[in-house]
């Protein structure tokens, strides 16, 4: 969570009930593990989509689709109930995942042909159109190249040309046809799970334009590196430790946000750590930190680090003379970046959930607007998304899910510990009155 005003608390103890202390601290994140909706309830299937709805492919391509099932709620299926497959002509099954099917496209296509991939679960059907095109199809469109790498989930291209094209989506696997662009500068902006985000200005002409996103194997993901610190006694806490890293570098690298997390790890004599209280909960983090056994002089903290500092609990401060301080019951808070430390996620470990870790990063990725980050309120978002505010549910599926506008602004806000490298962050605005930067829901459509 990030900081936001704080109000006055109570000081009475709560059961898995945060919501006194979460009043004060609106960007630390919660403990509650469920979502708004009765524990005792199993979803509901009530629609399927096959992702992306359209994909170029080049002939012989090999890729990957995926059926987006979700419920009454809005949360998506990590494996739809009875999915199954039917395939279009000039397509061949090669294997399936829980929710995905891996195809190969016909090697010689006389012609471009259009064919399809649909999903059926029970009552609930969808379909996907794939477009095989034929060498030379392109003719003279406009069109973008990528990698045809084996297996992979399709390239996604969002243009923002001007007046005239606002968050086109183009999926595609070796070439995709953007049409005829005339006119109109803007910039094209490329996610992949296996690549680097990539943002490329461009200016549309009269004639053939190619936007050329092929890059040189294995592959150009950005690997910023962090450093875990143990700063807890709670026994096994750095293997656990590890295993929430793990599970936050496979969010962040199959959402498309281009990144491949790596880690290194310290410890230090550890404990509780107590908040400050008003609006800067992170105020004194660095005596605090040191009070916990790091060493003033680590050299992992300064001013554009990272560093997890995983503690007993975190708690607020008593309230009165001979009180104690009492939990906040918070799974984790993010304080704002310092200009001689750079970023702390302070982590608890008595309350942290399986996607504390990667939620937290999340914040310290950018994601801290409206609402600290949080998308609980927001339309179009679940409890499935990495940044609801709560972990888990009855369904056994919790949040792991970046849409692609929170995926842009991993890489491009201006709150980001880690933008993409040689241009300007981008103040992407809570009210989205910016632009150049896609509504926070844009997904894979």
């Not at 949040?399 to 890489?411: D, E, K, M, P």
Request: glycine share 8%; with cysteine; proline share 8%.
């Amino acid at each position: 969570m990030r900081p936001v005003a704080a109000r006055p608390f109570s000081a009475h103890p709560k059961r898995r009930s945060c919501l006194p202390i979460l009043l004060i601290f609106m960007h630390g994140c919660g403990c509650f593990y469920t979502a708004d909706r009765p524990e005792v309830e199993a979803p509901v299937p009530s629609a399927i989509a096959v992702i992306p709805s359209t994909v170029f492919v080049v002939p012989g391509a090999e890729f990957v689709m995926r059926a987006r099932m979700v419920d009454e709620h809005n949360g998506v299926y990590a494996e739809p109930p009875g999915l199954d497959w039917t395939l279009g002509s000039h397509l061949t099954e090669l294997s399936r995942g829980a929710d995905s099917i891996r195809v190969k496209a016909a090697s010689v296509a006389p012609s471009t042909v259009t064919t399809s991939v649909q999903a059926n679960a029970g009552t609930q059907s969808a379909e996907a159109k794939v477009i095989i095109l034929k060498p030379g199809a392109a003719g003279t469109l406009d069109s973008s190249l990528g990698d045809n790498r084996a297996g992979i989930e399709p390239d996604l291209l969002l243009i923002d040309n001007g007046p005239a094209i606002d968050d086109s989506q183009i999926a595609f696997v070796g070439i995709g046809l953007l049409g005829n662009l005339v006119g109109n500068s803007g910039k094209v902006w490329r996610f992949a799970n296996d690549q680097a985000f990539e943002m490329r200005p461009v200016s549309f002409q009269a004639s053939k334009d190619i936007v050329d996103l092929r890059t040189p194997p294995p592959d150009d993901l950005r690997r910023p590196s962090y450093t875990i610190w143990i700063a807890t006694t709670v026994w096994g806490a750095e293997a656990l430790a590890l295993v929430d890293a793990r599970l936050a570098a496979t969010i962040f690298r199959h959402q498309r946000t281009g990144l491949a997390l790596q880690n290194t790890s310290a410890t230090a004599l550890g404990g509780r750590y107590t908040l400050a209280e008003g609006d800067a909960p992170c105020l004194g983090v660095w005596a605090q930190l040191q009070a916990l056994g790091i060493p003033a002089n680590a050299p992992s903290f300064k001013a554009e680090s990272l560093n997890v500092v995983y503690v007993d609990d975190l708690l607020v401060p008593p309230e009165f003379d001979g009180a104690l301080p009492i939990s906040t019951e918070l799974t984790g808070y993010t304080c704002p970046r310092d200009p001689t430390i750079g970023t702390v996620i302070l982590m608890s470990q008595n309350w942290k959930g399986t996607s504390s870790l990667a939620h937290e990063l999340g914040h310290a990725f950018g994601l801290h607007e409206p609402d600290g980050g949080h998308t609980n309120a927001l339309e179009g978002f679940s409890y499935t998304n990495m940044m609801w505010s709560r972990e888990g549910d009855a369904t056994g599926f919790s949040r792991r899910l970046f849409t692609l506008g929170q995926a842009f602004r991993i890489n491009l806000d201006d709150h980001s510990w880690h933008p993409y490298p040689g241009v300007t962050p981008i103040d992407c605005d809570v009210l989205e009155k910016n632009r150049s930067c896609p509504p926070l829901r844009l997904d894979v459509r």
